[in-house]
């Protein structure tokens, strides 16, 4: 039998719920957006870490990734926000912030290794021109060998956005009203399950839609060419002046 | 200038250079030839320590370039390298990357480090360049750039590594001429080459360097015509 439910979709119903989904993609974008810029410069510091000559800086870094792929993120949230954060505050930060930090501590463990294999790829001879130049080795990373390096991580950077996104969704099960949260809310006001469900999936889809644009229009601007007039000007940030002169 | 007593570097269980003693003079063109695998820009890149020496000791100017006191940023910007692969920085104008170590480590002023950059292009025979990326640059042309970038710093002593072996044919005589206007302006220089002719004619001084061994050494004429060991007759007879 087919159930009743699937042939009489009430869309009425989530648009009397409406306040709840838009405040559920606010959270959900909140909690991305902010999770992988965090993500991404803990992740620089640990793929650092992870190339470090230092055994005692190597080593560590190397725990951290490993521990933060191996186990289950939602094994890492509830961690999180029942024992860690209680622990060294004393009380909870609330559902929104351990959510934030167990989202940013996961996704900086996968952008280390994006990041490090980044720097690893670029030949071994700019840093020595750089070094032979006399330039810090600290000097000629940032100068040098990262800006090259950044070009090569768009894509794979790229994946771990929209990875995250909807990897965020997780972050429910301790209460955090993002917008998977905001479909069982209504699910359970409503006693509707087709119509809640569907809807934050489809808001997802068009979440991942827009950042998966974004992140075209990005890889093309740093396409493999440095030479300005031979990539498409998308973006007005980085070198312009004399583009045309040439 | 240069005072190298006793060089070893081992790779693990391979040794590639055991035991080099030479002394390299102000003004002096000294050229470092051999088959490859001989130990020739190992022996260069120990100079800069681009490579750890694992036992020996360097001197520049005196001072000791592989003791743990010294700064060795300081000494690498006295001592330009000009890389096989040119080494360029692909994500700057040919203008930023002679620009880059002078403002940066030199504190120059940006508009002193422009006009400096500026006057070496043209010395180069590059001055149209200024504004392009080293791809749109041919080989040869990416060399010279890269010797300009060496001597933004204004160094006492060059080195080059095999400078013109990764260049097209026709390319490898605007570089060699670079480096000869170079060495009559009395610039102390290294070469590690496999241009014999460039050895004869600039040389002050050629080495022989064969299993990381200094085999022989003399002035140019000496050792092409007359040399003295079986290795170094051995070696010749192949390449001249």
Redo the contacts between chains.
Sequence with gaps: MISIDFLDIRLDVIWSYRELFVRGIGVTLALTLIGYIGGFLIGLLVALAKISKKKWIRIPAKYYVDFFRGTPLLVQILIIHVAVIPTIFGHSLGPFVSGIVALILNSAAYNAEIIRAGIQSI?K??M?????????SG?AMR??IL??AF?RMVPPLGNELIALLKDSSLVMVIAVNDLLYAGKVVAGASFRTWEPYLTIAFLYLILTFIFSKIITYVEKRFSN???PSSRRRIFSFG?SK?VD?? | MIKIQGLYKSFGDLEVLKGIDNEIKQKEIVCVIGPSGSGKSTFLRCI?L?EEVTAGEIFIDGIKVNDEKTDI??I??E???V?Q?F?????M?VLENIT??PK??RKMNPKDADELARQLLEKVGLSDKA??????LSGGQQQRV?IA??LA?KPKIMLFDEPTSALDPEMVKEVLDVMKQLALEGMTMVVVTHEMGFAREMGDRVLFLDQGLLVEEGKPDQLFNHPKHERTKAFLSKVL
Excluded: C, W
Excluded at chain 2, 87 to 91: E, I, M, S, T, V
């Design positions: 030949e001879g700019q020595e021109a750089a070094r032979s130049l006399g330039m810090p000097v100068t040098i800006p090259q070009r060419s440095y030479v070198r004399g002169s040439e | 800069n681009l940023n300081d690498r910007t001592v330009g390298m890389f692969q080494n360029l920085f692909p994500h104008r880059l170590a940066k480590i504004k392009a990326y080293p791809e749109q890269a970038r060496a710093m």
